[in-house]
């Protein structure tokens, strides 16, 4: 048995029993509320993103002073435990995913918000999305709507922008961009147009042959870049915050990959 092999079938025992205790403990969590049930979902994908090697590099800070919608570009499935280690926010995800095995089963009891990719619902799913936030929640959102190669940032869907506009809420809220950025493999080598798809999962990828093949790689270095929070009494329209969001995505992913080395003051938070 190659070396490869034998890490992607340890890691699978890892993964089994890291979420068994998950779905074990749950229910405690539910019982005894938020402030429980946050460790239990932050050390699950801290415990992920060690089995899968994948080495954070955090620069900035989620906004805690109101509700805050955390709009992040989009690469895979591994965005989840990635954001899901650093921030306390409850994700947005498409409706499909809750049909998905497994991780469907875990979005579902983590309170994952479903939304249906469908004009009619738009406003609807704005309503929910803001009487969760009105209530003290913040939610994470791929606003390009899918993943990509993460090498480039895509439109950004804006219905559910439309949270932080005018009139929509009563109390402030918060929309702060953050940057994912796949930078480097375990070995050094920069993720480019010719390796993105190691760890980036878009277009025709089919889910389990695409996590089989990440069990066996060594890792992976990404940054997480937490930007300064648009509020809600500055947002003009949807329309105007999305195209802006999306340039300071774009511009904070190239700054991200160009660097060799951390910045300063950037935090190491897994190795």
């Given at each position: 048995m190659s070396a490869a092999r034998a890490r992607a079938l340890a890691r699978l025992v890892g993964f089994a029993f890291l979420t068994g205790g998950l779905l074990l403990l749950w229910p405690l969590g539910r019982f005894l509320g938020p402030w429980a049930r946050?460790?239990?979902?932050?050390?699950?994908?801290?415990?992920?993103?060690?089995?899968?090697?994948?080495?954070?590099?955090?620069?900035?800070?989620?906004?805690?002073?109101?509700?805050?919608?955390?709009?992040?570009?989009?690469?895979?499935?591994?965005?989840?435990?990635?954001l899901g280690s650093v921030v306390d926010a409850t994700f947005v995800a498409k409706a499909e995913v809750e049909s998905w095995p497994l991780l469907g089963l875990l979005a579902r009891i983590t309170g994952t918000m479903f939304v249906r990719r469908y004009w009619r619902e738009a406003k609807r799913q704005r309503d929910a999305l803001a009487a969760r936030m009105g209530a003290g929640e913040s939610f994470v959102l791929f606003a390009e709507g899918t993943s990509s190669s993460g090498l480039d940032v895509?439109?950004?869907?804006?219905?559910?922008?439309?949270?932080?506009?005018?009139?929509?809420?009563?109390?402030?809220?918060?929309?702060?961009?953050?940057?994912?950025?796949?930078?480097?493999?375990?070995?050094g080598e920069p993720i480019d147009e010719t390796n993105a798809e190691l760890y980036a999962w878009w277009g025709d990828a089919t889910l389990l042959p695409h996590l089989w093949r990440v069990l066996h790689l060594d890792g992976v270095e990404v940054v997480v870049r937490l930007g300064e929070p648009v509020l809600s009494w500055s947002v003009v329209s949807r329309k105007i915050l999305g195209p802006e969001l999306r340039a300071r995505l774009r511009a904070g992913l190239a700054e991200a990959r160009a660097a060799v080395e951390p910045a300063e003051g950037r935090a190491v938070v897994l190795a």
């Amino acid at each position: 048995m190659s070396a490869a092999r034998a890490r992607a079938l340890a890691r699978l025992v890892g993964f089994a029993f890291l979420t068994g205790g998950l779905l074990l403990l749950w229910p405690l969590g539910r019982f005894l509320g938020p402030w429980a049930r946050r460790p239990m979902r932050r050390a699950w994908c801290r415990g992920v993103c060690v089995l899968l090697g994948i080495r954070l590099l955090v620069e900035g800070e989620p906004f805690r002073a109101c509700p805050t919608l955390l709009v992040a570009n989009h690469a895979s499935y591994l965005d989840i435990p990635v954001l899901g280690s650093v921030v306390d926010a409850t994700f947005v995800a498409k409706a499909e995913v809750e049909s998905w095995p497994l991780l469907g089963l875990l979005a579902r009891i983590t309170g994952t918000m479903f939304v249906r990719r469908y004009w009619r619902e738009a406003k609807r799913q704005r309503d929910a999305l803001a009487a969760r936030m009105g209530a003290g929640e913040s939610f994470v959102l791929f606003a390009e709507g899918t993943s990509s190669s993460g090498l480039d940032v895509l439109p950004l869907k804006t219905s559910l922008l439309s949270v932080a506009e005018p009139g929509v809420l009563e109390r402030p809220v918060a929309v702060q961009p953050v940057v994912l950025a796949w930078r480097r493999l375990a070995s050094g080598e920069p993720i480019d147009e010719t390796n993105a798809e190691l760890y980036a999962w878009w277009g025709d990828a089919t889910l389990l042959p695409h996590l089989w093949r990440v069990l066996h790689l060594d890792g992976v270095e990404v940054v997480v870049r937490l930007g300064e929070p648009v509020l809600s009494w500055s947002v003009v329209s949807r329309k105007i915050l999305g195209p802006e969001l999306r340039a300071r995505l774009r511009a904070g992913l190239a700054e991200a990959r160009a660097a060799v080395e951390p910045a300063e003051g950037r935090a190491v938070v897994l190795a």
